[in-house]
Nanobody, 123 residues
Framework: QVQLVESGGGLAQAGGSLRLSCAASGRTFSDYAMGWFRQAPGKEREFVAAISRSGDRTTYADSVKGRFTISRDNAKNTVYLQMNSLNVEDTAVYYC????????????????WGQGTQITVSS
């Protein structure tokens, strides 16, 4: 599988922006579809966004559609999550995920996980 390390987490005010990065190593990055998930205290881990191996297809949870953008740079072995118009409800631990060849749909299909990075949005 592939090793994943997230960065860019931290504190933001409501209405603000943050960009998360996920650096991959250990395997050929372009062989993996990528995604982002999040888990808030007391809640199950939920799907946020996904991107195909080439970056030509993306999907988003309804809760973040129009505010978050997932992208990837295969030359840098990195996937990004640009988060705009942040809400307090976006507060969670965010996890990068990888799946060999096939588009990420939900957590059951994920092969590799990052360690997670905390996003806290204050009002």
């Amino acid at each position: 599988q592939v090793q994943l390390v997230e960065s860019g987490g931290g504190l933001a005010q409501a209405g603000g922006s943050l960009r998360l990065s996920c650096a991959a190593s250990g395997r050929t990055f372009s062989d993996y579809a990528m995604g982002w998930f999040r888990q808030a205290p007391g809640k199950e881990r939920e799907f946020v966004a996904a991107i195909s191996r080439s970056g030509d297809r993306t999907t988003y949870a309804d809760s973040v559609k129009g505010r978050f953008t997932i992208s990837r740079d295969n030359a840098k072995n990195t996937v990004y999550l640009q988060m705009n118009s942040l809400n307090v409800e976006d507060t969670a631990v965010y996890y990068c995920a990888a799946r060999f060849r096939v588009m990420v749909g939900d957590g059951r299909a994920v092969g590799s996980w990052g360690q997670g990075t905390q996003i806290t949005v204050s009002s």
